[in-house]
């Protein structure tokens, strides 16, 4: 049943199935006849109009219907007992009370219960919030003890790990220095090898070039002849400097012209064709120009130099490979590096040593240290975390008291009251007007009363 206490405020007392007395007087032929076949509401009506003044007749039947519908709303009386027997006994109580009251006196006890109801939800709520700022504080207090359990577990772990963990760096350094120096001492043996082992070939490539200069001199040949590159663009030999001639080639007489239309663009083809065939007689007369004066007029010293040239080609690639080969070799027992080695391998296993000696620790550390530490943190904690869970504890205990008090009392006006009432007048406000027509000999009885709200 939902009730409105004229503040604003509602209560849920029964089913909407359920018929208010007042339903009755209006629709008497909906109202239930007693196993006797007498008309409980039409008797109902007769009394309390006839009769102001008879008014425990009037209670009387009223609890006969109270109970019936109560009956029906909750079940059978047996039960109802059998749930609450010491509420029981007061809704008894109270019935008996009640069918000794006046009009007026009926009224003013509803509304007390009404107040009674809303005080009691007002405290529940309250009590709501105490349980609420009791489980915070100590689902605060856990957080905060298991947050310093951890923190203080970091902490001397951390301690522990330390004292180990700066010996290893210190040997880290030392070890890098010593790899540091290995590496040098090993490069510088590499070195040594490969200038041992092309040394000769370095001798072969400077005594031929001294035999070209020479050539050249003697043949009083320009001294460009004595260059690489002059053999490359003029007499090459070879799939790598005819590439090298081609490229020259196209550069000079494809793509200097075209990225010079580039810079300054040619509207016209004529003149795009006049910068080409300028580029070519220039770059071309040039080309034909160092051709006669070195290979037209000194045909015996370029053949030297073609020679040379392809000697000193073939003694650098033997270079080449000696030194990829001796880059290559991993064994480096040539290269006196077993002292290096030793102190590395000493260093390896002190740093091992200590690695293990920090495991032992904290081993140690875990099956000692850590369990009286948490047993030391739980027992300075446990009295707060403890003194919380009580209020907490007693804060839910209030509440459900109340909650089940409120339930009780709920039930009892329902029972009491809005049958007699009416589940839509059950406020202050339907009352104090009731309450105003009795003084006032507006109506006589509660029935008619109601009847004049519902008009």
């Not at 039947?61 to 609450?84: I, K, L, M, P, V």
Request: include cysteine; charge should be negative.
């Amino acid at each position: 049943m939902d009730m409105d206490w004229g503040n604003g405020s509602s209560m849920d007392f029964s089913d909407d199935s359920r018929q208010t007395g007042v339903d009755w007087e209006e629709n008497p032929q909906n109202m239930p006849s007693d196993q006797n076949g007498s008309d409980f509401a039409m008797d109902n009506i007769e009394v309390e109009k006839e009769e102001a003044t008879g008014w425990q007749d009037a209670g009387s039947e009223g609890n006969s219907e109270f109970s019936e519908n109560t009956n029906s709303a909750f079940g059978n009386d047996d039960e109802s007992a059998q749930a609450t027997p010491s509420a029981q006994d007061d809704w008894s109580g109270e019935a008996g009370d009640l069918e000794n009251c006046s009009p007026l006196e009926f009224l003013e006890k509803a509304k007390q219960a009404i107040k009674d109801c809303e005080e009691l939800a007002k405290n529940v709520a309250s009590a709501k919030k105490e349980v609420e700022f009791a489980k915070k504080e100590y689902d605060d207090a856990e957080k905060e003890h298991s947050a310093r359990k951890e923190k203080m577990l970091k902490a001397r772990t951390a301690e522990v790990e330390n004292i180990y963990e700066e010996k290893i760096q210190r040997i880290d350094v030392s070890l890098k220095t010593v790899k540091e120096q290995r590496e040098a001492a090993k490069q510088k043996g590499i070195e040594n090898r490969i200038k041992d082992e092309t040394g000769p070939l370095y001798a072969e490539i400077k005594d031929q070039k001294k035999r070209l200069a020479a050539a050249v001199r003697k043949a009083n040949a320009p001294s460009i002849m004595n260059l690489e590159m002059f053999y490359t663009l003029f007499k090459p030999d070879g799939i790598a400097e005819i590439a090298v001639l081609m490229t020259a080639f196209l550069l000079f007489f494809v793509l200097l012209p075209v990225l010079i239309c580039l810079i300054q663009p040619i509207k016209t083809f004529p003149i795009y064709l006049l910068i080409w065939v300028a580029d070519i007689a220039l770059f071309g007369s040039i080309y034909y120009f160092i051709y006669n004066k070195t290979i037209g007029k000194y045909p015996d010293t370029v053949q030297v130099g073609r020679e040379v040239w392809t000697i000193v080609k073939g003694k650098e690639a033997e270079i080449n490979k000696i030194t990829s080969s001796i880059n290559a070799d991993k064994d480096e027992s040539c290269y006196n590096l077993s002292e290096y080695d030793q102190k590395i391998s000493s260093a390896e296993a002190e740093r091992q040593d200590i690695i293990d000696q920090k495991r032992d620790a904290l081993d140690e550390f875990e099956q000692g240290e850590k369990l009286r530490l948490m047993e030391d943190i739980d027992m300075s904690d446990q009295a707060v975390i403890d003194g919380l869970k009580r209020a907490y504890d007693e804060a839910n205990a209030k509440k459900e008291e109340l909650e089940a008090q409120e339930e009780r009392k709920v039930f009892e006006l329902s029972r009491n009251f809005e049958q007699k009432i009416g589940k839509a007048h059950m406020n202050l406000k339907d009352l104090d007007m009731m309450i105003d027509w009795i003084d006032a000999k507006e109506v006589s009885t509660i029935t008619e009363a109601v009847i004049k709200l519902e008009k």
